[in-house]
């Protein structure tokens, strides 16, 4: 027999773990082009996006009734799937971090809950109607809209200010980056803090904590933003230096516009319910800006790896979070085998990563660039 209030502890402080690395992946979204062009020193950036990062947690709860209402069916999913799920994201999460590849934390946690969900409760208690017009159809156009804004918003950028002197320029996008920066960590937090937030709720609903169809509590909304605050504070430094300096050399203006469509697109997506990607609306602005400079440098190996971790991150987690679900659901035991094994996992990956850390010291310097921004 189940403990359920053991097993919904257990989801909800892994829930919890999974906002964290959610946090800490995904801190370059907001601040990597900032700290690349010396707009903010990275401690700073760091700081200022996890005091953001938990405002925005506040803003709106439309994408946490959408995961907790609208993904599965909340009568057919049990606790430990929800368990299961989760492990199959923080483990994809904590692998795409330490090969410093920006993939998607949001459909790892899709992924994962559709896996464990199918694998347990058969196909029919996924939504696939709403995975494919909320997730499938705005992440295949959200970083191409981004990115178009963002080519253009550079473009216009250069051509306004061609007749300026370069330093007056720098100074002048360099202030306005912090204030775009900060718009993007605010929508971060509003966006990704409610999937935290969603899931947190679906485990509530599902153990008759709260009615179907229930809004989070101020208690979950306010745990949510803290996990990710505090993720974001201790900084993604492998992924912002992919974005910062991998996938093209930002100079300012082309940060500001980069930061300024991303904070659009997310703002209006969080508003109309759509768990976009974070990552994948902020990588295709970066790349729009770096195509938007004439004569800039797009490196398209880190665009094509970048773009390969999209594509496998849903099945990959969905497989993780079927297998984990599966062991998960035979009972307390199969709750405590999955902890350890993915807890051991994680200090693994850790561990590995102590080899060649990548600190605020070094987030600049990536390999085979030039001089890395001051």
Not at 91 to 103: A, D, M, R
Request: proline share 4%; charged share 10%; aromatic share 6%.
């Amino acid at each position: 027999m189940m403990d359920l209030s053991f097993l919904v502890v257990v989801v909800i402080v892994t829930a919890l773990v999974f906002d964290f690395t959610n946090g800490f992946h995904d801190t370059a979204n907001a601040m990597a082009t900032s700290i690349a062009t010396g707009a903010l020193r990275p401690k700073v950036a760091v700081g200022l996006s996890a005091v953001l990062n938990l405002a925005g947690a506040f803003v709106s709860t439309e994408v946490a009734k959408t995961i907790s209402s609208g993904l599965v069916d909340d009568a057919k999913v049990t606790v430990p799937i929800i368990f299961g799920g989760l492990v199959g994201a923080i483990l994809w999460n904590l692998t795409t971090w330490y090969v410093g590849l920006p993939s998607s934390s949001s459909h790892a946690l899709f992924g994962g809950l559709i896996g464990a969900t199918w694998i347990a409760a058969g196909s029919g208690a996924v939504n696939f109607g709403t995975v494919v017009q909320k997730i499938v159809v705005p992440a295949v156009a959200a970083p191409i809209v981004a990115g178009v804004i963002a080519l253009l918003g550079t473009y216009l950028a250069y051509k306004i200010t061609q007749r300026g002197r370069r330093k007056t320029v720098d100074d002048g996008f360099r202030a306005g980056q912090i204030a775009s920066a900060s718009l993007v960590s605010l929508a971060h937090g509003t966006g990704d803090a409610q999937k935290t937030m969603g899931i947190i709720t679906l485990v509530l609903i599902t153990s008759g904590s709260l009615a179907p169809g229930s809004r989070p509590p101020l208690w979950v909304i306010g745990s949510a933003g803290l996990a990710i605050a505090l993720g974001t504070y201790l900084g993604g430094w492998r992924i912002i230096r992919t974005m910062g300096k991998g996938l093209t050399e930002i100079e300012s203006p082309q940060g500001f516009a980069a930061e300024t469509s991303s904070t659009a697109v997310l703002l209006a997506s969080s508003h109309l319910g759509f768990p976009l990607s974070t990552t994948q609306v902020c990588s295709g602005s970066i790349l729009g800006a770096g195509l938007g400079k004439r004569l800039a440098e797009v490196r398209w190996t880190v665009a094509g790896r970048m773009a390969l971790a999209w594509l496998f991150t849903l099945p990959a987690a969905a497989v993780v979070g079927a297998l984990a679900g599966r062991v998960a659901n035979s009972g307390n035991a199969g709750v405590a085998v999955i902890a350890v094994a993915a807890a051991a996992a994680g200090l693994g990956i850790y561990v590995a990563s102590r080899r060649k850390p990548v600190t605020a010291g070094n987030v600049n310097e990536y390999p085979g660039t030039s001089v890395p921004v001051a």
